[in-house]
Structure formats: C-alpha cells, structure tokens
T-cell receptor
Framework: GAGVSQSPSNKVTEKGKDVELRCDPI?????LYWYRQSLGQGLEFLIY????????KSGLPSDRFSAERTGGSVSTLTIQRTQQEDSAVYLC??????????????FGDGTRLSIL | EDQVTQSPEALRLQEGESSSLNCSYT??????LFWYRQDPGKGPEFLFT???AGEEKEKERLKATLTKKESFLHITAPKPEDSATYLC?????????????FGAGTTVTVRA
C-alpha cells in the first residue's frame, strides 16, 4: 500500500542478541521518525531524520540503540545486546517535510519486540 | 520539559452518549497540537492538528478544540466503531525540533 511499512511485525529474541527493525516511509516523505511505545505508556521519541541533515538522536535511551537512513528513504533501527526493558512496540512515522503541522506524521503499524 | 496529560484514562460510553476527552499540556511555545486515533495492534492514525487557542476542527462525530492550556476532543453520538485509544501530542515551536510529545491516551469503549 501507500502507507509506512515496517518489518518484521513481530520479533522475539533472547536477551543479549542484536536486532534490526526496518521502516519504509511513504514515498516522497523526507522526514522519518522512530518512537517507542511501552505497555501502558505514551509514545516516546527516539530519533528523527530530515533529508541529508544530521539526525536528531536526542531520544535514544542508550548507546546500544542506533539508526541509519540509507538514500534518504529506508531506515533501520538497531538495538545491540538487547535487554528485557527493550521490550516494546517500535513505531516509525514519516512526514512530507520535517516541519509544520499541516504535514502531519503518518505512522506504520510498528514492530512488536519481545526480549526473553 | 513538555508535559501532556490526558484524562480520563478510560471511558465507557453507550452508543449515542456524547462525551469529551481532555488533553492538558505544558510546552514552551506550541507549534501544533495533534490528535491521533489508535486501534489495537495498529499504529496511530492522524485526526487533527490545532495551532492556536480558539481553533476548532471537525471530522464526522469528532470535534477538537484548543485553549492555551488544554484541548478537548468531543465525541458526539458515538458509535461502536469509535472505540479506540485517542492520543494527544504536542510539537514545540523550536527550530529543527519536530518530534511529538505524547500523552498516555484515553481508551474509549462504545457499547451498542
């Protein structure tokens, strides 16, 4: 479809393993965001990409988290040495540009990550 | 730090019983306040953006309003398909800062 696509939809892994989560934004959207939604909590900002500018990494909770965006399109969020507290739904969003509210962020359905 | 508080946490309505959801916010300069709807197992779906106090937006049975300290989402004559979690978020008016700060949401259940 034409929406934000995330894969995998579910991921179960053992504590200490590395995981990669993928996001395909809406075609033509230059801004891409990652958020995390833990059970019973609100969405928490992680990282933001806008075009070729340096990403805003201010929301990453530790240095085990990193993200890249290749060719201004697809993004991968990597979590190294996963911990049980990393269990959450990881949501990706994109917007036409990184700006005004008339360009709202559109979300994918997320990757549900479970750390055993 | 931006703060967004939504109330109530949960709301159970009979079909046709109108009600309102509250979103109180504290932000140093508001660029926009956003309402989203989230169904179980899905990502948030954009509903409205409000920019300034006094502004109102409507979509079907939903109407969003904004003051300097809070926003309300009014649901008029709700139907079971309006059952969802409604999320409020603010975006700060600061250069190159476009992240959204979300509240914890209000879960609405509409019974037929």
């Amino acid at each position: 479809g034409a929406g934000v696509s995330q894969s995998p939809s579910n991921k179960v892994t053992e504590k200490g393993k590395d995981v990669e989560l993928r996001c395909d934004p809406i075609s033509g959207h230059t801004a891409l965001y990652w958020y995390r939604q833990s059970l019973g909590q609100g969405l928490e900002f992680l990282i933001y990409f806008q075009g070729n500018s340096a990403p805003d990494k201010s929301g990453l909770p530790s240095d085990r988290f990193s993200a890249e965006r290749t060719g201004g399109s697809v993004s991968t969020l990597t979590i190294q040495r996963t911990q049980q507290e990393d269990s959450a739904v990881y949501l990706c969003a994109s917007s036409l540009t990184g700006g005004a509210g008339n360009q709202p962020q559109h979300f994918g359905d997320g990757t549900r990550l479970s750390i055993l | 730090e931006d703060q967004v508080t939504q109330s109530p946490e949960a709301l159970r309505l009979q079909e046709g019983e109108s009600s309102s959801l509250n979103c109180s916010y504290t932000v140093s300069g508001l660029r926009g306040l956003f309402w989203y709807r989230q169904d179980p197992g899905k990502g948030p779906e954009f509903l409205f953006t409000l920019y300034s106090a006094g502004e109102e937006k409507e979509k079907e049975r939903l109407k969003a309003t904004l003051t300097k300290k809070e926003s309300f989402l009014h649901i008029t004559a709700p139907k079971p398909e309006d059952s969802a979690t409604y999320l409020c978020a603010v975006q700060r008016a600061r250069s190159n800062d476009y992240k959204l700060s979300f509240g914890a949401g209000t879960t609405v259940t509409v019974r037929a």
